[in-house]
């Protein structure tokens, strides 16, 4: 069962969107919905950030949107801000009934 | 509050056995699934296997399947995440987390595990 992939890196400025895409198979992404998304800082915990490919649990800033498309979900954070330089993940059901992790995308706000 | 806390970080010598816990409180701990998650040093998440602690149903990722053993206890609302023999490649940050429908929405700190002799 591979890891979903994901761009090692994105940048921009602050005030800018970036996107991150999370590629899977029609095994996974592709057939389910259940599609999530973690910011983890450095030394940190894994934090909620998208579940159910797009919805925002309470207290994550707007700012972060979720979508899929096919075989591939995204992650886009508008009105890039400092705070938001981290790691990002994405998971996903598989029809193992198992989860898989994408290969995570460093955010760095330049 | 919902609030898992795990074990404290371990230091270990390869072929010795290892049972690191995660307990939650501030819900009803067998009506939602627990999930364990490795992340090696600099590394990616791997997601390693997740089980319901009202019936102890267990599903395994497949690269995890017989190198590690996960099991509860509801009377203490306690996960539990053990090997029988560690290597060195064992060593890496363990967390685990509440699942409800795959989303992982509240995580403990992470037990780091270091096997080395």
């Known amino acids: 069962q591979s890891a979903l992939t994901q761009p090692p890196s994105v940048s921009g400025s602050p005030g800018q969107s970036v996107t991150i895409s999370c590629t899977g198979t029609?095994?996974?992404?592709?057939?389910?919905?259940?599609v999530s998304w973690y910011q983890q800082p450095p030394g940190t915990a894994p934090k909620l950030m998208i579940y159910?490919?797009?919805n925002r649990p309470s207290g994550v800033p707007d700012r972060f949107s979720g979508s899929k498309s096919g075989n591939t979900a995204s992650l886009t954070i508008s009105g890039l801000q400092a705070e938001d330089e981290a790691d990002y993940y994405c998971?996903?059901?598989?029809?193992?009934?198992?989860?898989?992790f994408g290969t995570g995308t460093k955010v760095t706000v330049l | 509050e919902v609030q898992l806390v795990q074990s404290g970080a371990e230091v270990k010598k390869p072929g010795e056995s290892l049972k690191i816990s995660c307990k939650g409180s501030?819900?009803?701990?067998?009506?939602?699934?627990i999930g364990w998650v490795r992340q090696m040093p600099g590394k990616g998440l791997e997601w390693m296997g997740i089980?319901?602690?009202?019936?102890?149903?267990?599903r395994y990722s497949p690269s995890f399947q017989g190198q590690v053993t996960i099991s509860a206890d509801k009377s203490i609302s306690t996960a539990y995440l053990q090997w029988i023999s560690l290597k060195a490649s064992d060593t890496a940050m363990y967390y685990c987390?509440?699942?409800?429908?795959?989303?992982?929405?509240?995580w403990g700190q992470g037990t780091l595990v270091t096997v080395s002799s």
């Open positions: 501030g819900y009803s701990f067998t009506s939602y699934w």
């Open positions: 159910e490919v797009s």
């Open positions: 998971s996903s059901y598989t029809s193992s009934s198992t989860y898989v």
């Open positions: 987390a509440r699942a409800s429908f795959g989303t992982l929405d509240y």
């Open positions: 029609s095994s996974d992404v592709g057939s389910y919905n259940r």
């Open positions: 089980i319901y602690p009202a019936d102890s149903d267990i």
